[in-house]
């Protein structure tokens, strides 16, 4: 199974199984939070993966996320990977829907996403659902989620991710982050990451990630951030 929106993971001996999650990538760069844009607000972001192992990966996710209402957002993304050697080639396409259960403005928040992405050539369709919690307190912040992904054709699969960081200035922070799988021999990576605001619209978030399982030796992200309305 293949990630759709945020990661082909590689392994030693070339790709391995993963799981997928709806992620809008605002706060963190692997873990996604409850938090929602305000109703009428919207964003769009690119992420940039770069994934070195016995085998090296670029990849290329744009997205788009709009708030329906204050509880309700969804966006719209697209996945396009390119291996050594090859050009870059489109993936996938999803649509997914986030859902704020708690009450706003609160340290303590939780909600739900749901994705389903179109796969395209040999890449399958894919159904994902993520739970998520998160906390807020003075320069700390927290999240964590339980993912849950199923391949067409395929049984479904387990995952987690979790980070924290802090505030060094008003519109910098530095944290740390980790993704993986429940499964015997999955992936997993723990990622130093870097969130910046460099404007009244735009934000930058940058990482370095290391294998902890089964993974990619070395990974690098980067994600540019536009609020535009």
């Known amino acids: 199974m293949r990630k759709h929106f945020l990661f082909a993971c590689l392994a030693a001996a070339g790709a391995l199984p993963c799981v ?29 993966n770069r994934l070195d192992g016995d085998e090296s990966e670029n990849e290329l996710e744009p997205a788009a996320l709009w708030g329906i209402t204050n509880r309700v957002a969804l966006e ?56 998520v919690v998160g ?50 021999h999955g992936y997993s990576e723990l990622l130093v990451g870097y969130y910046g605001q460099l404007g009244d619209r735009f934000w930058l978030n940058a990482g370095l990630g290391k294998r902890v399982d089964e993974g990619p030796d070395r990974a690098a992200h980067v994600s540019f951030i536009y609020r535009f309305k």
């Not at 291996?83 to 080639?89: N, P, R, T, V």
């Not at 922070?173 to 993986?180: D, K, N, R, S, W």
């Open 76 to 131: 719209a993304h697209a996945h396009f990977a390119k291996a050594s050697g090859e050009s870059f080639g489109y993936e996938s396409v999803a649509g997914a829907a986030h859902f704020l259960l708690s009450p706003l403005s609160r340290e303590l928040s939780y909600g739900v996403s749901v994705e389903y992405a179109r796969g395209a050539g040999e890449h399958r369709d894919e159904f994902a659902v993520t739970g």
């Open 135 to 184: 906390y807020e307190h003075k320069r700390w912040a927290a999240a964590a989620n339980l993912l849950y992904d199923r391949a067409q054709g395929e049984s479904a699969a387990w995952g987690y991710a979790g980070g924290v960081r802090r505030s060094i200035t008003p519109k910098h922070a530095i944290g740390l982050e980790t993704q993986g799988t429940f499964e015997a």
């Open 20 to 48: 997928a999650h709806a992620h809008h990538g605002l706060d963190f760069l692997l873990v996604q939070t409850a938090h929602l844009p305000e109703k009428g607000t919207g964003y769009v972001f690119g992420r940039v």
